[in-house]
């Protein structure tokens, strides 16, 4: 005949008096906390959630474009105005990274990065060779401008590259295009203050007849306010510089 052995199990956390009267006398553990599972909620759709200003701010452009009707955010007029707001913040944040860098080109890209740029975009291109030290000093202030102003278009290519037998006694050389066509040019460094030229005087001479230089934060900014922010800062750098002669100037 089989031998069965059977074991009994009661409802976790059930003892007898034999158990309770061993743990009284410390020879058994102590007994564990039954096991209580937390009670029961259902889980809340993304969807039903209300939402909030941490919530807008995790949405993409394009989220934030259908969401224009969502009944939650028309019932809060401030989550409505906090919505447009992040949108407009996040097209600004579109426009200033446009460019931000002075792009070097070749005579084969040259339509297509120059002459087909958009309608709205200003595109100056730097005319150079490597080894002329007017290049170098215009070179500098023309990559300080392009971070300024990244809604500008900055590009260079090698003068002959661009203009084939191009004389290298009129470089550096800058040619600013718009819509397709040539609006200005400069020869030599004689229109920015020869070699002592500087970023803001380059940036004047590039203003004085057309609005150039754009630094994408605000639409249609004017040319006087571009010229009166560079005139702030060209008198900002020759204080400084008088300042930095003086120091010298004392400690010898």
Same mark, same amino acid.
């Given at each position: 005949?089989? /031998? =069965?052995h059977f074991?009994? $199990?009661?409802v976790? !956390?059930?003892?007898?008096?034999?158990d309770?009267?061993?743990?009284?006398f410390?020879?058994?553990?102590?007994?564990?906390?039954?096991?209580k599972?937390p009670?029961f909620a259902?889980?809340?759709? *993304?969807?039903?959630?209300? $939402?909030s200003?941490?919530?807008?701010?995790? @949405?993409?452009?394009?989220?934030?474009?259908?969401? *224009?009707?969502?009944?939650?955010?028309?019932?809060?007029?401030?989550?409505e105005?906090y919505?447009k707001?992040?949108l407009?913040?996040? @097209?600004?944040?579109? @426009?200033?990274? $446009?460019?931000?860098?002075?792009?070097?080109?070749?005579?084969?890209?040259?339509?297509r990065?120059?002459?087909?740029?958009?309608?709205? +975009?200003?595109?100056?291109?730097?005319?150079? $060779?490597?080894?002329?030290? *007017?290049?170098?000093?215009?070179?500098?202030?023309?990559?300080?401008?392009?971070?300024?102003?990244?809604?500008?278009? #900055?590009?260079?290519?090698?003068?002959?590259?661009?203009i084939?037998?191009?004389?290298?006694?009129?470089?550096?050389?800058?040619l600013?295009?718009?819509n397709?066509?040539?609006?200005?040019?400069? +020869?030599?460094?004689?229109?920015?203050?020869n070699?002592?030229?500087?970023?803001?005087s380059?940036?004047?001479?590039l203003?004085?007849?057309?609005p +150039?230089?754009?630094?994408?934060?605000?639409?249609?900014?004017?040319?006087?306010a571009?010229?009166? !922010?560079?005139?702030?800062? #060209?008198i900002?750098?020759?204080?400084?510089?008088?300042?930095?002669? /003086?120091d010298? =100037?004392?400690?010898?």
């Amino acid at each position: 005949m089989a /031998d =069965y052995h059977f074991v009994y $199990k009661d409802v976790e !956390g059930t003892t007898t008096e034999w158990d309770d009267l061993q743990r009284k006398f410390g020879n058994l553990p102590p007994k564990p906390t039954p096991f209580k599972p937390p009670p029961f909620a259902p889980s809340e759709e *993304e969807s039903s959630a209300p $939402k909030s200003k941490a919530w807008i701010d995790d @949405r993409t452009a394009d989220e934030l474009v259908e969401l *224009e009707d969502h009944p939650d955010l028309d019932d809060d007029r401030f989550l409505e105005e906090y919505r447009k707001k992040r949108l407009e913040e996040m @097209r600004v944040a579109t @426009r200033v990274a $446009k460019f931000g860098s002075v792009m070097t080109i070749s005579g084969s890209s040259f339509v297509r990065e120059v002459s087909q740029a958009p309608s709205d +975009v200003w595109v100056v291109v730097f005319l150079y $060779k490597e080894g002329i030290p *007017e290049c170098g000093i215009l070179s500098r202030c023309l990559e300080e401008l392009a971070t300024r102003y990244p809604a500008t278009k #900055f590009v260079k290519i090698i003068s002959t590259d661009c203009i084939p037998n191009y004389p290298d006694r009129n470089l550096p050389t800058i040619l600013v295009y718009n819509n397709s066509a040539v609006k200005a040019t400069y +020869v030599g460094l004689i229109h920015f203050g020869n070699r002592k030229c500087t970023p803001e005087s380059v940036a004047l001479a590039l203003c004085q007849s057309d609005p +150039v230089l754009n630094d994408g934060l605000s639409e249609g900014s004017s040319r006087e306010a571009i010229i009166n !922010g560079v005139r702030k800062k #060209f008198i900002e750098r020759v204080v400084k510089q008088h300042e930095d002669d /003086d120091d010298e =100037y004392s400690s010898d």
